[in-house]
Nanobody, 124 residues
């Protein structure tokens, strides 16, 4: 599986951005998809995930502001980011793992496939 993330950019505090991640291959429906982010000098952290069965999980830091969704017909997972804050500034990565269950969805080490990352910068 190859993942191609896009949609990053520069936005002011309170603004919105939508990230997309397109996956190659014909078995997209069997993959749990997730977004992680990594700010300068920090470890990569879980942001949001959606299982192959459609169950979504959000980190506490983005709950109520971000939404994850998937379009299986387009092999694409989306991250809608609203009410952005400067602390959301990071490189955002999409990740995939086949049949990963909800209880493991936050664990970075569980994911076998990673996209190249897209930079999101939120100015104050």
């Amino acid at each position: 599986v190859q993942l191609q993330a896009s949609g990053g950019g520069l936005v002011q505090t309170g603004g919105s951005l939508s990230l997309s991640c397109v996956a190659s291959g014909r078995t997209f429906t069997s993959y749990t998809m997730a977004w992680f982010r990594q700010a300068p000098g920090k470890e990569r952290e879980f942001v949001a995930g959606i299982t192959w069965s459609g169950s979504s999980t959000l980190s506490d830091s983005v709950k109520g502001r971000f939404t994850i969704s998937r379009d299986n017909a387009k092999n694409t997972v989306y991250l809608q980011m609203d009410s952005l804050k400067p602390e959301d500034t990071a490189v955002y990565y999409c990740a995939a793992d086949r049949f990963l269950i909800t209880s493991s969805i936050r664990r970075r080490v569980e994911y076998d496939y990673w996209g190249q990352g897209t930079l999101v910068t939120v100015s104050s």
